[in-house]
């Protein structure tokens, strides 16, 4: 059964397309990744998707509603939840402040410890968000997004800018929330993504350009040449 | 033991300086010194304005140059319902709450849904129509002479008497102090500090930022023309002066002052304003070319207002975190 459904969606800046009606769909329970070399259109995709930009075409369905033309706060009260590559949130408030600011919204406030807890948090709680390491400051991001009670959760490069033991901790966490939630994870550390997902789709130039369990995905000559630096 | 523990959570140095000031504002009318009173009274008036504008520029982080709008809304509501509807003082002032909720809910559906400069500008226009209004519509509102005779002597309160008078704008001011303290506390003071510090984040955990905007010009026009209705029947008269743009900036210089990160910034800012203006105003020919130049110096040097620049001399103490509400 399907949970998210992209259909020929395509994304242009003046004359460059970002991303080219591009289509896939995930199915319940499946943990994707999306890779690509830099400029690809993941994140551009994941954009488009979450509507932070609007499509210059095609169709995106969530849970089976169209949510093509709904703003992003609708499409996060559906259960589409996503990080950002930069940690966007909010640096003078306390970690516990901004973690509460999705407890309020779906109202989680009583989760907002045992969520810090699980995500070994719970020190920095009563810190300014700017405070404290940027490990710890994506993890609050996570923590958040966890909060908002996803049915389908968007990382975008969870472990981009990771110290090793940061990075350990991320990938531990992930492991974990996939067994109970849709996850999509745009990463270019091959070591997280074949860690962690089912299956792997490839972005070049806009378009996919490969879709398939890692294992294939690893011994696809195309993906190889473009990205794996044909090893 | 849970109401304990709200209680608690509720008390911080913000809260003593609050109490402090009002049992001090309260000390000031056993004086019986009626300048001492004028001042305070001012002060009270204006302390009101600019932290009712503090919570749209300082939370929400919207710069307005239209707040002359919402005084006036507020002064000139007071003004006509007591000369033409009903006489009373203390049922004007409550009327203009109404009146002020509908204008703030009109503003921000004609300027909430557009980026923050042109919000500034939009305030600005529609502040500007207003004073024009409210200067060409003479049959109404006696043009630029204003309109005098507001009552202070009503059906249920008199008013005429400066003591009388001052306890009645104390005790607006401190249910509006300890309103505003309880908003800063609560969820929607959280969520107006997130909408002032990463608007466009809101939106991906499920907030819509146009209601939480709306909800902050609310409470901001709601406030601000209280403060409006109660200069106007301090004075017992009004004319357009107070919705012309330049009274309107008057409650973001005080925030400038103060300290706009700061819960208590605006209001320090409004007790150094008012007490120049009616001092320092006095005897220096030139104040304002002293007051521009101290603003200069405030944002070049002191951002974070004299609140900033008190917490950056104590910051080794620690003291400075008892009386910010940001940082």
């Known amino acids: 059964m399907e949970i998210l459904r992209v259909e020929n969606i395509t994304k242009r800046f003046g004359r460059f397309v970002a991303v080219d009606n591009v289509s896939f769909t995930i199915s319940k329970g499946e943990t994707v990744a999306i ?23 095609g169709r995106v369905f969530f849970d089976g509603i169209d949510i093509t033309r709904l703003p992003p706060q609708k499409i996060s009260r559906l259960g589409l939840i996503r990080t950002f590559q930069v940690v966007n949130l909010f640096p003078v408030l306390k970690v516990r402040e901004n973690l509460a600011l999705a ?9 907002v410890e045992s969520v810090a807890e699980i995500l070994g948090i719970k020190r920095y709680l009563d810190k300014r968000l700017v405070e404290v390491p940027l490990g710890v400051q994506k993890l609050v991001e996570l923590g958040i997004s966890l909060l908002l009670k996803p049915k389908m959760l968007i990382l975008d490069e969870p472990v981009a800018g990771l110290g090793a033991e940061d990075r350990f901790n991320m990938v531990k966490v992930l492991s974990e929330l996939k067994k109970s939630l849709n996850l999509i994870v745009i990463e270019h550390d091959m070591d997280v993504v074949f860690t962690l997902v089912d299956r792997i789709i490839v972005m070049d130039k806009g378009r996919i350009i490969a879709d398939g369990k890692p294992e294939n995905i690893r011994e696809n000559k195309l993906v190889k040449e473009i990205y794996l630096g044909g090893e | 033991m849970y109401m304990l523990r709200r209680l608690r959570a509720l008390i911080d140095g913000n809260i003593i300086a609050l109490l402090l000031l009002i049992g001090l504002l309260g000390l000031i009318s056993f004086t019986g010194h009626r300048f ?12 009101i304005f600019a932290m009712g504008y503090n919570i749209l520029f300082g939370y929400a982080g919207l710069l307005s140059f239209g707040h002359g709008l919402f005084f006036g809304v507020g002064a000139y509501s007071v003004a006509l319902f007591t000369l033409n509807v009903y006489r009373d003082p ?13 204008t703030s809910i009109i503003v921000g559906i004609l300027t909430l849904k557009h980026g923050r400069v042109y919000f500034a500008i939009l305030t600005l226009a529609l502040s500007m129509i207003f004073w024009s209004a409210l200067v060409k519509l003479r049959w109404l509102t006696g043009g630029s002479d204003g309109l005098v005779g507001i009552p202070k002597r009503g059906v249920h309160v008199d008013l005429s008497a400066p003591t009388v008078f001052y306890y009645f704008t104390l005790v607006f001011f401190a249910a509006i102090m300890l309103g505003l303290y309880v908003l800063n506390k609560s969820r929607y003071g959280l969520l107006l500090r997130a909408l002032g510090t990463n608007e466009d984040r809101l939106p991906f955990l499920g907030y819509s930022t146009f209601t939480l905007r709306m909800i902050a010009l609310t409470i901001s026009g709601v406030v601000s023309a209280l403060a409006g209705a109660l200069y106007a029947v301090f004075y017992s008269v009004v004319t357009p002066d107070v919705a012309y743009w330049t009274f309107g900036a008057e409650p973001l210089v005080m925030s400038l002052i103060g300290g706009s990160s700061y819960f208590l910034g605006p209001l320090v800012g409004a007790i150094i304003f008012v007490s120049l203006t009616t001092t320092v105003a006095r005897f220096a020919e030139y104040w304002m070319f002293l007051l521009g130049a101290a603003l200069i110096a405030m944002i070049l040097f002191f951002r974070g207002g004299l609140l900033g620049f008190l917490e950056s001399l104590v910051g080794r103490f620690k003291l400075g975190v008892y009386l910010r509400w940001r940082f």
Not at chain 2, 95 to 101: Q, W
């Open chain 1, 35 to 57: 890779i690509g070399p830099n400029g690809a259109g993941k994140t551009t995709l994941v954009n488009v998707i979450t509507k932070k930009l609007e499509p210059d075409g």
């Open chain 1, 103 to 111: 407890g309020l919204r779906a109202g989680t406030t009583g989760e």
């Open chain 2, 36 to 47: 001492y009173m004028y001042i305070a009274t001012l002060i009270m008036i204006f302390g």
């Open chain 2, 90 to 102: 203390l049922v004007g002032v409550l009327f203009s709450i109404p009146i002020a909720l509908l």
